[in-house]
């Protein structure tokens, strides 16, 4: 179990740093950055591992992922099912990371799990989890990076989508999102309070938008939810 030596903290972005245990007579071979952020669709994490040694080191590296695609309705705190027949689900190895498949019928999503570089290898866990492996070879106090792409595309979304190269980049453009949703909404001032919720609010609904078509089949981009805590 790795020492959290900085917890993530509330924010748009998730940042955490984290070391192996260690002691006074044996500190820490390696320090681990994290960096993560969600957007439409999408989701990215950045992983640095920095050498502490004044040699040549070597680090495996291993992410487990998986996608379950479970029903919104499932989520609920009602513990109810719904009998799902005919669903096929599938797991494929890509050059630079796997593919995650779900369909019923004519209906059919996906999520895939990438990166850069491109694993060494995907492993098999005994579940639908596959475990992606790295082999780094550190110089003496050298950093290297990897860099974690999802991607999840529902069922008839034909759209050209590219997911940011780190979780900063998204980060960009989820405030610039987020500004160009708000604009012009006032805000009430004599309570600061509800003026932070509701700009959360917004925040978060700029970011829960999905494809629509309008009466005239203009292509839209429309709120998937209410107001969050409303």
Request: with cysteine; glycine share 10%; hydrophobic share 35%.
């Amino acid at each position: 179990m790795p020492e959290a030596l900085t917890p993530v903290a509330d924010g748009d972005m998730a940042r955490c740093v984290l070391v192996p245990r260690g002691g006074r007579q044996e500190p820490p071979a390696h320090t681990l950055f994290r960096e993560q952020a969600v957007g439409d669709g999408a989701f990215v994490e950045s992983l640095k591992v920095t050498s502490n040694r004044p040699v040549p080191t070597t680090v495996r590296l291993a992410v487990t992922a998986d996608a379950d695609f479970t029903d919104q309705f499932e989520l609920r705190s009602d513990h109810r099912t719904y009998a799902k027949t005919g669903v096929t689900r599938s797991r494929q190895v890509l050059e630079d990371g796997v593919e995650f498949a779900y369909q019923r019928g004519e209906w059919r999503s996906c999520t895939t799990v990438t990166a850069e570089p491109a694993p060494d290898g995907v492993e098999e866990t005994g579940t639908g989890a596959r475990r992606m492996v790295w082999t780094l070879d550190l110089e003496p106090h050298g950093t290297a990076e990897l860099a974690l792409r999802v991607m999840a595309r529902p069922h008839g979304d034909k759209r050209a989508l590219r997911v940011p190269r780190s979780p900063s980049a998204l980060n960009e453009q989820l405030m610039a999102l987020e500004g160009e949703y708000v604009q012009g909404v006032s805000f009430p001032t004599g309570w600061p309070e509800l003026a932070a919720a509701c700009a959360r609010g917004l925040s978060d609904l700029a970011s829960l938008q999905v494809p629509a078509k309008g009466p005239d089949g203009e292509e839209l981009r429309v709120p998937a939810a209410g107001a969050p805590g409303s």
